[in-house]
């Protein structure tokens, strides 16, 4: 079982920076797929950026590419993603999620494959 919980969040004007956090309790976080997913208000939940276990191979959905930077630290159990050039339409719930895998350099983009999610940081970006 694997616990998550996400902070960082907050409000910030457009051009801003966030980093969130998401601190992973259990024996697993070290070989697990990280992800991080956003939903804003009537929405569904997409794809933000995933990164192996290894930490060797990441991938990022288009509208963030170049923006947002995700990465682990296994020794404290803790992956992030660092937000910069934030805009309005980044506004959402930004959701870490973990998935088990028995390869260092695999990595998932749909949410229905990951097994264990945190509650969520809300983010908000103004004009």
């Known amino acids: 079982q694997v616990q998550l919980v996400e902070s960082g969040g907050g409000s910030v004007q457009a051009g801003g920076s966030l980093k969130l956090s998401c601190v992973a309790s259990?024996?697993?976080?070290?070989?697990?797929?990280m992800g991080w997913f956003r939903q804003a208000p009537g929405k569904e939940r997409e794809f933000v950026a995933t990164?192996?276990?290894?930490?060797?191979?990441?991938r990022y959905a288009d509208p963030v590419k170049g923006r947002f930077t995700i990465s682990r630290d296994n020794a404290k159990n803790t992956v992030y993603l660092q937000m910069n050039g934030l805009k309005p339409e980044d506004t959402a719930v930004y959701y870490c999620a973990a998935k088990a895998s028995p390869g260092a350099s695999n990595i998932r983009i749909a949410a229905p494959e990951y097994d264990y999610w945190g509650q969520g940081t809300q983010v908000t970006v103004s004009s």
């Open positions: 990164i192996s276990w290894s930490g060797g191979r990441t």
């Open positions: 259990g024996r697993t976080f070290s070989t697990s797929i």
